[in-house]
């Protein structure tokens, strides 16, 4: 158990943070069991995956001013109160200095009274802030920021996600790709769980040639696959889908991938596209993905790897697809939200 926070207790962030290592880690396999269990799926699932402390890249603040004193962090447990955060044992070194001077931003920008929202990413080039408030993108609040985000080194900042400042473009590494990411571009949370993730799906699909990567975001898992399969990433959001087209361009080494637009709820691929692919990587949001994974129960798909971040939509899916004649191999959950309530996994499936 390491020491813990000086807002244990307190800051929602971080639930368990005071049990010990072994009961800790039983708790997050136990939450993945049970969501299992409750859907009729008796699984082997391996140990934790746990990612270090001090590796989350991305995290959204909290931020409201009161009289001349601005409050910024995290909302407390069960409630909208904002914790002003001071340390923060999960958060890369890198972003946990910046809380003090994203204050002093706040401070500035924020008349008493006032909200906002500020969502952090670190990236290869340094910090990607993206604000939600309620001031507009007008010149004034524009030419402020400019100068906030030079006296902070932020890479870019957006407001109601629109790029407003951009002193360098915000790039990550996705395999032997450097994408360009858009503003509030979704991202795994940690470089770590990343790496452990995308090795998983690598050797679950190992021998595929052919791979669709739905839910493929700004390439994730497309980058690592196209090394050694020719991959179509599916996607809804356009921006997302963007980044990735130009990245797979100007990367060497790769199989070629080709991208779609495609709402995947409304209208996922049927079972004459599946199988067209020797294999499919899903990585959907914490909804899941039942229509897809009906989809692929009546497919001829042989192999599957699942990445989820939401145990009870996971084992809800893997009901349909055991159903449609799949076995579920094995399944691995990876820890990268430390000391909270949540757990995401990767898993195997193969048709018998």
């Avoid at 906002?116 to 990413?121: M, N, P, Q, V």
Wanted: with cysteine; net charge positive; charged share 25%.
């Amino acid at each position: 158990m390491s020491a813990l926070c000086r807002h244990f207790g307190l800051c929602g962030g971080c639930a368990h943070q005071d049990m010990p290592d072994a009961d800790y880690r039983a708790l997050k396999r136990r939450i993945v069991l049970d969501a299992l269990s409750r859907h009729g799926i008796d699984a082997q699932v391996d140990e934790i995956v746990e990612v270090p402390p001090a590796t989350r890249r991305r995290a959204t603040f909290k931020a409201r001013k009161e009289a001349d004193a601005v409050l910024l962090g995290f909302h407390a447990a069960k409630t909208h109160a904002i914790v002003d955060m001071r340390e923060c044992l999960v958060l890369t070194p890198s972003l946990a200095a910046l809380v003090p001077r994203l204050r002093e931003m706040m401070s500035a920008m924020l008349k008493s009274g006032e909200d906002a929202e500020l969502r952090l990413t670190e990236t290869e080039t340094g910090a990607d802030l993206g604000l939600r408030w309620k001031k507009p993108n007008d010149a004034p609040t524009i030419a402020a920021l400019a100068r906030w985000a030079e006296k902070l080194r932020l890479a870019r900042v957006s407001a109601h996600g629109e790029t407003v400042v951009e002193l360098a473009k915000p790039t990550v590494r996705l395999g032997k790709a450097l994408v360009a990411l858009p503003p509030e571009t979704f991202l795994q949370p940690t470089r770590e769980g990343e790496a452990a993730l995308q090795t998983f799906v690598r050797e679950t699909l190992k021998g595929a040639k052919r791979v669709a990567d739905l839910f493929a975001g700004c390439g994730t898992f497309s980058f690592a696959l196209a090394e050694k399969a020719r991959v179509h990433a599916v996607e809804l959001e356009g921006a997302m889908l963007e980044a990735l087209a130009a990245a797979a361009k100007t990367t060497s080494g790769l199989k070629p991938i080709t991208t779609e637009k495609r709402n995947l709820f409304r209208r996922p691929l049927n079972e004459t596209e599946l199988n067209a692919y020797d294999a499919v990587c899903l990585d959907p949001p914490r909804a899941g993905a039942l229509e897809q994974a009906a989809m692929l129960a009546k497919s001829k798909m042989v192999r599957l790897a699942y990445v989820s971040c939401d145990a009870e939509a996971f084992a809800r899916d893997a009901h349909v697809l055991l159903g449609g004649g799949y076995r579920l191999t094995r399944v691995v959950p990876v820890d990268q939200f430390l000391w909270s309530s949540h757990i995401e996994l990767a898993a195997a499936f193969e048709r018998s």
